[in-house]
């Protein structure tokens, strides 16, 4: 999985919206809505410390797993609730259709 569009995001409040750029950006038609973690979630989306392992790209579990670890690196979170957002932001960003 990673992102179709790469995105700009602006801070208002306590939330981050997302605006798609770039050379695909008139075919997302829409913005992201996103808290602190999800908008970190994104980040980490856009720009993989290691955006060669082709893991951290094309197998889900280990991108969840991953994803939930750098998250308990950055936030003073347990592991399980970690996991919850990370599927509850990826679930999301399906939604929204901006994962391939």
């Not at 997302?18 to 950006?25: D, E, I, K, L, M």
């Not at 999800?38 to 989306?45: N, R, T, W």
């Not at 082709?54 to 592991?79: G, R, S």
Request: proline letters at 4%; hydrophobic letters at 40%; charged letters at 20%.
């Amino acid at each position: 999985m990673r992102l179709r569009y790469s995105f700009r995001f602006q801070q208002i409040g306590e939330t981050w919206l997302g605006s798609a750029v770039g050379q695909n950006a008139h075919l997302f038609n829409g913005v992201l809505q996103l808290n602190e973690v999800g908008h970190f979630i994104v980040s980490k989306l856009a720009t993989p410390e290691n955006p060669d392992n082709p893991e951290t790209q094309e197998n889900p579990d280990f991108l969840i797993t991953y994803l939930t670890d750098q998250l308990t690196k950055e936030y003073a979170v347990d592991h399980s609730t970690a996991q919850s957002a990370v599927i509850s932001v990826l679930d999301y960003l399906k939604a929204e259709q901006v994962l391939e």
